[in-house]
């Protein structure tokens, strides 16, 4: 794919690519978004460095990709729930997204995509990694393919306990979805499970859907399929939760490591 209106510099030759040449704070010309929208299709996730953004500007860059999504149970800032917060520090029992997953996918409609901004990061480490699960599906036998894309699979939230005394936005959501989706802008099959949030696959014994689930989340955490991006301050990465999954690493106790996610809304995943 050629650019005319910004640069693009792949991270892997399977996942992620780093644009270069735009300035989010400043409104973006209709060219300049179309290929910022192809680079993303093309890549999965990608990634903006140096970007002083207000959270106004943030939510403005996410708003131009569709409608914005309310986490079920996370903190948020400036008293708006669109501006998820991302923070760990010494106090932290936990990091946020610790494990393999996709964002709500628990969610009818889950987030089509997510907008991380990081305003503080820590001196060594917080590498966020993402998996491609379009390469995840392509990498399985036919047999395998043929089998998963006649099944569905139950996702559910439990964010108990997770957030402290912070209050939830909604009660935690539960949702059946194929667990092979169709991509509905690439058309591109990718496979639809993580550890997170898919409890068993409908129509399995339990045992079956336990030994299936175990195979596919091992599958995915292949390092074929995955990049790792390394923060800095102000730097932005911004994955599409349909085809990708991923994990932040929590290496840097005590150091803090924090900033804003917005959210994009979703459609019913189908196959
Ligand atoms: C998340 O949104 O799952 C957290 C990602 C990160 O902090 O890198």
Redo the contacts with the bound molecule.
Sequence with gaps: MNYQYIRVEPLTPTIGATIHGVDLSRPLDDETFDEIHQAWMEHLVVFFRDQELTPEQHLEFGRRFGPLHIHPAAPYVHDNPELMQ?HTDRHSQR???AGW?S?VSADEEPPLG?I?HLHQVPAKGGD?LFANMYAAYDALSGPMQAWLAGLNAVHRADYAGLYGDHKPQRAFPQSTHPVIRAHPVTAKKALYVNSGFTRRIEGLTAAESRGLLQFLFEHIRNPAFQCRFQWRQNSI?MWDNRCTQ?L?VWDYFPDT?S?I?VTVKGDRPFC
Excluded: E, F, K, P
Aim: hydrophobic fraction near 25%; proline fraction near 0%; glycine fraction near 14%.
């Design positions: 991302i990091n946020n997204g997953h964002d997510s991380l966020t990465a991923h932040a490591r900033g996610r």
